[in-house]
């Protein structure tokens, strides 16, 4: 019962707990409110099981600011974090819609409809895409459905990067083990770690949307038994258990969770573009600048709907527009921004 739980009443920082949401080995989280700003939102107060030594805590701090960092449209923003009496803690927006476990929970290993998939899976894509390209990269290692939330709008904000790595480029590097053994790559278990690992990840996350099944199903599992699965064990093809499924999605979903990093696709939204089949052009490697005088130099009105200016474009649906401040040109943004003439 929540009123059996010691925490609820106390008070942390600036904020009170009002509501235990849920309990594991990894700790507690629990619903919160600001003790001065009674009308701000409902917040979720995390505690760590794990305590931390005088020497560890500036790690604990600087790991909380790599996360307050990544502000991104679906990444759970980090509110607060700290220590109150030796004890750590941080806050976070409050899920209101939940997380994509307890979503898979209650189909009762029915895959889930693929639109509704792709919608989640795309969003997953763009969050990993977004903290990939963050300088230095930032790898989330523990990519799995508990870990991938939603608000009231059902739209997914990615949680839990507490075992994040940097890595000072997007290549492999070695970063000592972590993660949870369903979703981790077969480099993991070695103790390595890159972009590519979260993409095995959301692999592994996306051939059990689409099938209803996990990628591996072990009877008492020990973690050498989930690496030899990982790492020599082929899965079964999706469509065996969805004939439903487009090959399409199929074949991107294999290459995602191919055992061997380099056969995996480029990158995150690569993997996306293949499962949506959106094949517009964009660019990997750096940002082009929003080139002004080139939109300036145009001499000739071109139709409407023209591409005037692709910097990335777009590997998924659109996430956003807004229009130019003159009203003849509209922006679009998913993976990158698209420019458009709109008169």
Same mark, same amino acid.
């Given at each position: 019962? =929540?009123?059996? %739980? ?7 920082? #600036? ?13 507690? !989280? *629990? ?8 009308? $701000? ?38 509110? %607060? ?7 750590? *803690?941080? !806050? ?35 969050? +990993? ?25 059902? #739209?997914? +904000?990615?949680? $839990? ?13 070695? !970063? ?6 369903? @979703? ?22 996306? @051939?059990?949307? +689409? ?8 009877? #008492? ?6 690496? *030899? ?26 290459? =995602? ?9 480029? %990158? ?18 750096? !940002?082009?600048? @929003? $080139? ?15 591409? +005037? ?6 590997? =998924? ?8 401040? $003159? ?17």
């Amino acid at each position: 019962m =929540a009123n059996s %739980d010691p925490w609820i009443g106390k008070q942390v920082g #600036n904020y009170r707990f009002v509501e235990i949401i849920n309990s594991g080995a990894f700790g507690s !989280v *629990y619903k919160g409110t600001h003790l001065h700003f009674e009308h $701000d939102p409902v917040v979720a107060i995390k505690l760590p099981r794990a305590t931390f030594p005088e020497e560890e805590r500036s790690e604990f701090i600087k790991e909380a600011q790599l996360q307050r960092q990544l502000r991104y449209l679906h990444i759970l923003p980090i509110l %607060d974090a700290g220590f109150q009496n030796g004890i750590p *803690y941080i !806050v976070t927006m409050y899920a209101a819609g939940g997380s994509l476990s307890g979503r898979l929970g209650k189909r009762h290993g029915q895959a889930l409809p693929i639109d509704e998939a792709l919608v989640i899976l795309t969003q997953v894509g763009q969050a +990993l895409h977004y903290a990939h390209q963050h300088q230095p990269s930032v790898v989330h290692r523990d990519l799995k459905p508990e870990n991938i939330l939603f608000d009231e709008k059902s #739209n997914v +904000l990615l949680a $839990d990067f507490g075992i994040a790595v940097l890595l000072s480029s997007i290549h492999t590097g070695l !970063v000592g083990p972590g993660g949870t053994p369903p @979703y981790m790559a077969p480099e993991q278990f070695e103790g390595l770690a890159s972009p590519k690992s979260d993409q095995y990840a959301l692999g592994c996350i996306a @051939y059990e949307l +689409l099938t209803g099944w996990k990628l591996f199903r072990i009877p #008492n599992p020990t973690l050498e038994a989930w690496w *030899y699965h990982h790492a020599k064990v082929e899965p079964v093809p999706p469509r065996q258990y969805n004939p439903q499924l487009p090959t399409r999605i199929e074949q991107a979903i294999l290459i =995602a969770i191919s055992q061997d990093r380099v056969k995996r696709h480029r %990158d995150v939204s690569a993997f996306i573009q293949a499962m949506t089949g959106n094949n517009e052009q964009r660019i990997v490697e750096g !940002v082009v600048p @929003y $080139d002004t005088g080139y939109l300036s130099s145009t001499t000739t009105k071109p139709p409407v709907g023209t591409t +005037l200016l692709t910097y990335r474009g777009h590997s =998924a649906g659109a996430m956003a527009i807004n229009w130019s401040p $003159d009203g003849r040109r509209i922006a679009s943004g998913s993976f990158g921004v698209n420019i458009w003439q709109a008169e």
